[in-house]
Nanobody, 125 residues
Framework: QVHLVESGGGSVQAGGSLRLSCAAD????????MGWFRQVPGKEREGVAN???????SYADSVKGRFTISRDNANNVHFLQMNALKAEDTAIYYC???????????????????WGQGTQVAVSS
């Protein structure tokens, strides 16, 4: 069992930055592929980024070059650094722990075993 707790959401103007954190408990953290998803009410959940236990990463095309995912296996936490934010990045962001990483970030959805509670990110233009 893995319990995920997110923090770091908030409101920012377009062009600004936010850093999301996701802390996990459990003694097998490094075995999980950790990811970030986002969802706008009424729309499909969208994969944003994922990171394997060895540090390999994948990103959605919409965030490449602006967002960076990282993890700290020693402290069971992973991060999403979001720079150059746009209004279309506004969503509820969820962290996730999956049994395997996938080549595409959207494909990770099928392998997620645990979800965080979500944190709101609002970007004003």
């Amino acid at each position: 069992q893995v319990h995920l707790v997110e923090s770091g959401g908030g409101s920012v103007q377009a062009g600004g930055s936010l850093r999301l954190s996701c802390a996990a408990d459990g003694d097998t953290y490094s075995a999980y592929c950790m990811g970030w998803f986002r969802q706008v009410p009424g729309k499909e959940r969208e994969g944003v980024a994922n990171i394997a236990g060895d540090g390999g990463t994948s990103y959605a095309d919409s965030v490449k070059g602006r967002f960076t995912i990282s993890r700290d296996n020693a402290n069971n936490v992973h991060f999403l650094q979001m720079n150059a934010l746009k209004a279309e990045d506004t969503a509820i962001y969820y962290c996730a722990a999956a049994s395997t990483c996938t080549e595409t970030v959207q494909g990770l959805d099928a392998w997620v075993e645990y979800w965080g509670q979500g944190t709101q990110v609002a970007v004003s233009s």
